[in-house]
T-cell receptor, first 115, second 113 residues
Framework: DAGVIQSPRHEVTEMGQEVTLRCKPI?????LFWYRQTMMRGLELLIY????????DSGMPEDRFSAKMPNASFSTLKIQPSEPRDSAVYFC?????????????FGSGTQLSVL | SQKIEQNSEALNIQEGKTATLTCNYT??????LQWYRQDPGRGPVFLLL?????KEKRKERLKVTFDTTLKQSLFHITASQPADSATYLC????????????FGSGTRLQVQP
């Protein structure tokens, strides 16, 4: 398996532009998570899905952020409009259903810079 | 409020020594706790999971302890090597039913040759 795949690897954009981050989870995993990492705040949970349904979006900073999971193999995180304070590394992670399968598999992340 | 605290100061040790990293938490009753390793420019990678009814878990040179009374986990790397240099994150799930992990800020370990 190729693991969790994120794209793009790097994104540089100007303030006010729309940004779309993409994630392909590991096949067969039921849960998908979006995290954001900054030096100041560490790794923060933004939203997670179970079987394509958003379960907890309380970490989404504000209405400028939205996430979708139209099917089991694809998710997007959109920021519109983007602001400089959104600059961070955004990680997608997935895992299988419960029991002993609680560990997360992370993608390589998208480094977002908003100028 | 719920908190997970790891030493933000980098830990520098000599090759061959045992590295010990600490994870303290408050206002959680976790069923389990996990440790991850993160290298620069990469996503975290799972290392070990320890459940609330387990006092200790080992995997090769790694050892994790979990004290639910002290609300603390210790992560040990024995016979450390320069290749062990990385940031180590602890993580735990919140209340029952919440399946998402909350991460500590991580401790950077530097093993000197």
């Amino acid at each position: 398996d190729a693991g969790v795949i994120q794209s793009p690897r790097h994104e540089v954009t100007e303030m006010g532009q729309e940004v779309t981050l993409r994630c392909k989870p590991i096949s067969g995993h039921d849960y998908l998570f979006w995290y954001r990492q900054t030096m100041m705040r560490g790794l923060e949970l933004l939203i997670y899905f179970n079987n394509n349904v958003p379960i907890d979006d309380s970490g989404m900073p504000e209405d400028r952020f939205s996430a979708k999971m139209p099917n089991a193999s694809f998710s997007t995180l959109k920021i519109q409009p983007s602001e400089p304070r959104d600059s961070a590394v955004y990680f997608c992670a997935s895992r299988a259903a419960g029991g002993l399968n609680e560990k997360l598999f992370f993608g390589s992340g998208t480094q977002l810079s908003v100028l | 409020s719920q908190k997970i605290e790891q030493n933000s100061e980098a830990l520098n040790i000599q090759e061959g020594k045992t590295a010990t990293l600490t994870c303290n938490y408050t206002n959680y009753s976790p069923a389990y706790l996990q440790w991850y390793r993160q290298d620069p420019g990469r996503g975290p990678v799972f290392l070990l999971l320890i459940r609330e009814n387990e006092k200790e878990k080992r995997k090769e040179r790694l050892k994790v302890t979990f004290d639910t009374t002290l609300k603390q986990s210790l992560f040990h790397i024995t016979a450390s090597q320069p290749a062990d240099s990385a940031t180590y994150l602890c993580a735990l799930a919140g209340d029952t039913g919440r399946r998402a992990l909350t991460f500590g800020s991580g401790t950077r370990l530097q093993v000197q040759p």
